[in-house]
């Protein structure tokens, strides 16, 4: 069996502390929103996690190109602990943004490129999960999931530009947004602070939790190579 | 000043959203700490069976060897 390493032991604690830091800037420190009010301090859990998935999904791609070209069952765990942990951040980040629109935009939920892209992209990688579950071979298994994860792996900056590609309702934070754009806000200078210090935080736990995956991933594939050693 | 208003009372929104992202987070590594357990116990389960499994061959090939060695002591005599 395998031992969890010291160095990640740290690093779940040091995880757990950056979350704690990162929610009492967004939630204490930095100042309340003019026009929005309270609300606008989802926005820092939403671009938190938006970022892990978004790190997630390139991971998984390039993870799918490696295992393509080495056919090492390690870069197959590396894709399937990279797409889960961004399925759930992404799924995150949806929910958050709809709460944040209610308020603002007077509705959960519109048709709009950048929400409609995010859902997209969410139902691809939930589509990944079954597309797996559905093969035995485990090399079969591994070299469809790292085809899919390439193609599916074009939809996460399609998602990330469409704000800045098409007419949307959603603002751009950093950058210009268009003009039909609403809940737009300029940052202040602790707002920035609070959004910098989400984005490390959420980065260092994107690195913990991934970690922490492959290792059960390896588990996984130990549990499954004896399975097949011992049936056949 | 007399027609600036107040921010409108979101605080509810604000709330939820974190609640909601504590939730999912907290189901999400309570899954990972349970799927860990259960693969760790079939681990186990299956070095055993495996253990179990690999004494009755090792006994078989000795045996076979035993008759090789047989049939070359006879045929030496």
């Known amino acids: 069996m395998q031992a969890k390493p010291a160095i990640l032991k740290v690093l779940d604690v040091v995880s757990v502390l950056l979350l704690a830091a990162a929610a009492y800037l967004a939630l204490v420190f930095a100042p309340t929103e003019a026009v929005m009010g309270q609300v606008q301090r989802v926005f820092y859990f939403h671009i938190g996690t938006a970022w892990t998935a978004l790190m997630g999904f390139i991971v998984a791609g390039a993870a799918g190109i490696i295992y393509l070209a080495k056919r090492d069952e390690k870069w197959d765990i590396v894709e399937v602990a990279a797409v889960e942990i961004s399925l759930v951040f992404f799924l995150i980040t949806i929910v958050l943004g709809s709460i944040w629109a209610r308020p603002v935009w007077n509705t959960w939920w519109t048709w709009d490129p950048r929400l409609t892209t995010a859902a997209v992209t969410e139902l691809i990688y939930i589509a990944y999960f079954m597309l797996r579950q559905g093969i035995e071979d485990p090399n079969r298994r591994a070299r469809f999931g790292a085809v899919y994860t390439i193609v599916g792996a074009i939809s996460a900056p399609i998602t990330f530009f469409a704000i800045r590609l098409f007419r949307t309702i959603h603002p751009v934070v950093i950058g210009a947004s268009d003009s039909s754009a609403q809940g737009t806000f300029a940052m202040t200078g602790d707002m920035k602070v609070a959004f910098f210090f989400a984005l490390f935080a959420f980065t260092v736990i994107f690195i913990d939790l991934l970690w922490n995956r492959i290792l059960m991933g390896r588990l996984a594939s130990r549990v499954e190579q004896l399975k097949l050693n011992l049936t056949s | ?77």
């Open chain 2, 1 to 77: 000043m007399f027609f600036q208003e107040a921010p409108p009372d979101t605080s509810a929104y604000m709330i939820a959203g974190y609640v909601i992202f504590f939730i999912i987070s907290a189901i999400y590594l309570l899954s990972l700490v349970i799927r860990r357990r259960n693969l760790e116990a079939d681990l186990k389960t299956l070095e055993a069976m495996q253990a179990e499994s690999r004494p009755a061959s090792a006994r078989a090939a000795p045996a076979s060897a035993r008759k090789q060695v047989r049939k070359k002591v006879t045929r030496r005599k």
